[in-house]
């Protein structure tokens, strides 16, 4: 528990009950000291105590009074009644005005953790309960903002629910990008995370203000029209959406529903509706394929700038953007690493449009480099299969790399790189299999002399190529051909 008041005339009376409390075993964070009741009860209209001990006499206002008063207070603490034998009637009466315990003097250590354990337990199955009934709450409220063809049977049921512990008076539904927060004091409003891709807020009118000031300080905002009861709900929040976007969209701070719309000469808006035609959005995806970077960049950056101007809408902003990465994934679906749409596709999903056109302009230069690379990989290959095609054509001949890289025209390390890359083997290993592969068809189809298969094959050293052949095939050229013989 948080707040424990003790209400008592005897400065050691207090004091012990007080150290009692600190000795049970029961965490408490504050502990209040009183010593009469008109002193008690300021506390309690001030602020929220869990639970309170009180004698029964003491001057200028007693406990019976006290309790009586304390009624009418926003937060109506636990109450322990504390008093003498002679005072059980008194007592009989605090009971009947709400106190749940009543212990008499001198007070016990072992009743105090006894009572406080006893509480304690029923405040924080309390408290459990008004989390859980807090949680249905907003999962209703998501319901009601999200689903369109909600009931009116079921908008009744909400606001018997939940109408008394919603707002009474007018409110705001406030929409930013949805983001790991840690700024949020809960106090003054309501927040429901990420529907849909953005953080809500349901906050009272008189406390608007105080919450863009401080917690929604950073990004985009759309601000509603200030609307009543639950049953505004879902359309307060279609409003907050359809604001934050064009807040995204100009880089604004906040956008509300009282802002005017700035007037736009229409020349202008013909002029940048030709950056949203099927033609213009074919050409945004296409030149990424080219090398025609600088030309890319350009298409994008004058698409954005007119999206930030409020030459094209939030709604058309949005449509070309799923029309390009729709466009994009099936043209480049053998470059694109796999989720990498995933983490860009949403054209929302940051505080402001100049961070997300930054990050966009990173992963399409990251394609763009992704798909050069590619051609050069497919170049270099056609390049490896010339090399491939003329060793099995000439590997009778004193062939070696140097040899057969300038046939290609490709560079001596780049070629070695790349021929280990394309065979799955290096240069001399490739050669010498070709030519015992050919040596063994001599030996086991012809009468050739081993020398002259030797020289056959591209080995002018008879005794090399025989040393060669059974390191290779583990036995002599002769034992091989007898071998395939007798098989």
């Given amino acids: 528990m948080k707040t424990v008041l003790i209400v008592e005339d005897e400065k050691l009376i207090r004091q012990g009950i007080k150290t009692m409390i600190q000795r049970s075993g029961v ?7 009183c010593n009469n009741g008109e002193m008690a009860l300021d506390v309690i209209r001030e602020q929220k105590v869990d639970v309170m001990f009180t004698d029964i006499r003491m001057p200028k206002m007693d406990g019976i009074e006290l309790v009586k008063q304390m009624q009418s207070c926003e ?24 106190v749940r315990e009543y212990i008499l003097k001198p007070v016990e250590r072992e009743k105090i953790t006894e009572i406080l354990k006893k509480l304690n337990d029923e405040i924080e199955k309390e408290q459990e309960k008004r989390i859980e009934k807090k949680r249905l709450g907003h999962q209703q409220m998501k319901h009601l903002m999200l689903l369109s063809n909600t009931t009116e049977e079921e908008i009744q049921t909400l606001e018997r629910q939940y109408e008394k512990e919603f707002y009474d008076s007018g409110y705001a539904v406030l929409c930013q990008n949805a983001k790991e927060r840690t700024n949020l004091s809960q ?13 809500v807020f349901v ?32 359309a307060a929040y279609l409003e907050s959406v359809m604001l934050r976007k064009e807040a995204f969209c100009r880089n604004k701070k906040e956008v509300r ?33 080219t090398d025609r970077r600088d030309d890319a960049a350009r298409a994008w950056g004058q698409f954005f700038y007119e999206v930030k101007n409020g030459r094209i809408e939030a709604a058309e902003y949005e449509a070309c953007m799923e029309d390009f990465f729709r466009e994009a994934a099936k043209t480049y679906r053998n470059v694109i690493e796999e989720g990498a749409l995933k983490e860009i596709r949403g054209p929302f999903a940051e ?5 997300y056109e930054e990050k966009l302009m990173q992963f399409i230069f990251a394609l763009w480099e992704s798909i050069n690379s590619q051609l050069d990989v497919n170049r270099n290959g056609q390049k490896i299969q010339r090399a491939v095609d003329y060793i099995e054509q000439n590997y009778a001949k004193d062939l070696n790399m140097a040899v057969v890289s300038n046939y290609i025209s490709m560079n001596y390390s780049l070629f070695s790189y ?17 030519r015992m592969r050919e040596a063994k068809r001599l030996l086991a189809e012809t009468d050739m002399r081993i020398i002259d298969i030797s020289q056959e094959v591209g080995y002018d050293n008879e005794k090399h190529f025989m040393k060669i052949f059974k390191s290779s095939c583990g036995v002599s050229p002769s034992e091989y051909r007898r071998n395939m013989r007798e098989d």
């Avoid at 965490?27 to 000291?33: D, F, K, R, Y």
């Fill in 418 to 434: 790349s021929f280990k890359q394309y065979t799955g083997s290096n240069f001399v290993n490739y050669l010498k299999d070709i």
């Fill in 203 to 234: 906050v009272p009118e008189d406390k608007l203000e105080l919450l863009l000031k401080n917690e929604l300080l950073t990004g985009c905002t759309g601000v509603s029209a200030i609307h009543h009861g639950l049953r505004e709900l879902r």
């Fill in 187 to 199: 106090g003054n409003y309501i927040y429901l995370s990420d529907i849909e891709g953005c953080d």
């Fill in 257 to 289: 529903a009282e802002d005017g719309r700035e007037h736009i000469p229409e020349g202008l808006v013909q002029e940048a509706g030709k950056l949203t035609t099927e033609a213009a959005k074919l050409q945004r995806v296409q030149l990424i394929g």
């Fill in 27 to 33: 965490p408490v964070e504050v502990i209040i000291e």
């Fill in 351 to 355: 505080d402001c449009i100049d961070v």
């Fill in 75 to 98: 937060h109506v603490p636990l109450t322990v009644a504390i008093s003498g034998y002679d005072d059980f009637s008194y007592a009989v009466e605090m009971l009947r005005n709400g």
